[in-house]
């Protein structure tokens, strides 16, 4: 129901690749409707509404709306309470105080939960008095069952169907970054119809498992790790299920030992290999010390998805840092805006 894909968009070919597919929590949908409200109030863009029509991209409303959908469709038939369900030390903590104020200002009982405050007993999921019917899911499957395992409350009742879960476990395999390599490799092609292999040729970069295997590179048979290793400066090596920019090794920012020993690794940990997309650059105003200066910054577009069917938002990054993680301390949050002249 809710998911984001991690996008490139190419203003000289006017064409979008895509990275990687967040299926299992994607995050910033909050910080933009709220960043957008913040710059809306500045002068400056009071100014440049004189002369431009300045369209915003706000998303809460749409996770809103698909969280209820996802309820309804579970069978739940009274007004819920939703409990934001990740740890109390994450870093986007700040992020459900914000979805907390808009879920209740739109008359929905709300409270941020850590999977460790939570008991599952005669049916009914709990943190303290508070009776949970519907998760926004936030915390990753992965800590949540290495931390609680399989007896772990949340798993229990959710797999009782006494509460309902946005996104579901299911998510997991989408979330992979191996999807995407499922889509790329040349052994699936028979999967897919010739417009979808024309999509995905156009839209998703070469990905790989990293594995001793034989494969294609264009139209060219290639011999997988010796060709990754003599073209490093082509090739990102990404944990299969991890976040926040932990793992990831450029080839062009690494040496040729480096590189090695990466690969290496690799292979004996679920990686993928995927070709490096030409990450696009433009001018943005900063004000440094008082004084308006423009830099040129690297951004990545990444739209929110609904019902893997509709686009309505999206995540914008800017930063020095080809790595574009702001988790990793590789670049800042922006709001998006539609924008015509008058």
Known sequence: PLSRLDAFFLTESGNMQFTEYNAEVPAASAYNDVLTKVFLGLPVMGQFLHQY???????????????????????????????????????????????????????????????????????????????????????????????????????????????????????????????????????????????????????????????ERKSTYGEMPVDLIPFILKYQERFVLKPNDDYGGRGIVLGWQTNTSGWEQAVEDALKTPYVVQERVPIPEEPYPSMVDGRLQIFDRMLDTAPFIFYGDYVDGCLTRLSNDPLLNVSAGGGSSVPTFVVAER
């Open 53 to 211: 029509v300045v369209n915003p991209l706000m998303t809460r409303h749409d996770v809103l709306h698909v969280l209820l959908q996802a309820y309804k469709e579970w069978g739940g038939t009274e007004r819920p309470n939703i409990a934001i369900l990740d740890w109390h030390e994450v870093p986007t903590y700040s992020e459900f105080q914000l979805f907390i104020r808009f879920f209740e200002g739109q008359g929905f009982p709300c409270r941020i939960v850590d999977p460790r405050d939570v008991e599952y007993k005669n049916g009914r999921l709990c943190a303290g008095d508070f009776h949970i019917n519907l998760i926004y899911k936030r915390v990753l499957i992965t800590e949540l069952i290495e931390r609680g395992g399989l007896d772990h409350p949340v798993v229990k009742a959710v797999a009782d169907g006494s509460v309902c879960m946005v996104n579901p476990f299911q998510c997991k395999i989408l979330y992979k970054k191996a999807s995407l390599s499922v889509l790329s490799d040349e052994r699936n092609n028979k999967m897919f119809t010739a417009e979808e292999l024309s999509a995905i040729q156009n839209h998703i970069p070469w990905t790989r498992n990293v594995e």
